[in-house]
């Protein structure tokens, strides 16, 4: 079974609030990404890194930023959130071809 | 990275196998084909990846056929805790980097009914 945490699981936060969604891996895995999910839509790829200090945008335009100081941390973040911001954030890591999802996060933006 | 196309959705029956298609025309040489797994308010989870032939594993069995522009998953005896979105996807074994990632697409809805 994979070790891959996401918190908090639920989020219900006011519009123009800094929020900071937490991803962690105890497996040392190099790859990392953030997906965006709407309900019973298809997982779009937000942002990624293949390591310490990378990091890429994804395939989706997104005002979320992330960082990757440490192999095991990999944080998301929105400065300002947005209503539209409200949706599903997904983490994964990668070990070879297989990607590990977290739990995801629920965001809500009211 | 190779497009694929795969049914929205399915409907079955307790006990019954479901095949589930996936289409990817433009495959390449070095193409892997992996399938995903999702639950309602579940992150999506590895289910089979093959390369051609036939692969088996203790949950499901992929069936690539020699040209590879397609590929069936087929699920032995579902059950209604077999109900999830099940994706297909194509791409270079260990994607990532110049190689792309792996796009997630719609996948295929499979409702199991009792």
């Known amino acids: 079974e994979a070790d891959i945490y996401q918190t908090p699981r639920y989020l219900v936060i006011g519009t123009g609030k800094k929020i900071t969604l937490e991803c962690s891996q105890t497996?040392?895995?190099?790859?990392m990404y953030w997906y965006q999910q709407d309900p019973g839509m298809e997982l779009h790829l937000i942002h990624y890194s293949y390591g310490v200090n990378s990091t890429e945008k994804g395939d989706l335009s997104s005002e979320s930023t992330v960082s990757r100081i440490r192999t095991e941390h990999f944080p998301l973040t929105l400065e300002s959130a947005r209503p539209s911001h409200t949706s599903q954030y997904l983490c994964?890591?990668?070990?070879?071809?297989?990607?590990?999802f977290g739990p995801g996060t629920r965001l809500t933006v009211t | 990275l190779a497009k694929t196309t795969q049914p929205i959705s399915m409907d079955s029956y307790e006990g019954q196998e479901v095949n589930i298609t996936c289409s990817h025309n433009?495959?390449?040489?070095?193409?892997?084909i992996t399938w995903y797994q999702q639950f309602p308010s579940q992150g999506p989870r590895f289910i089979i990846q093959?390369?051609?032939t036939k692969v088996t594993n203790e949950v499901a069995s992929l069936f690539i056929p020699a040209d590879r522009k397609s590929s069936t998953l087929s699920l032995p005896r579902v059950s209604l805790s077999d109900t999830a979105v099940y994706y297909c996807?194509?791409?270079?074994?260990?994607?990532?980097?110049?190689?792309?990632?792996?796009?997630f697409g719609k996948g295929t809805k499979l409702s199991v009914k009792p």
């Open positions: 994964a890591s990668k070990r070879g071809y297989e990607q590990y």
């Open positions: 433009n495959i390449a040489t070095n193409d892997y």
């Open positions: 497996m040392g895995h190099d790859k």
């Open positions: 093959g390369y051609k």
């Open positions: 996807l194509v791409g270079p074994r260990d994607y990532g980097g110049s190689q792309g990632n792996l796009i």
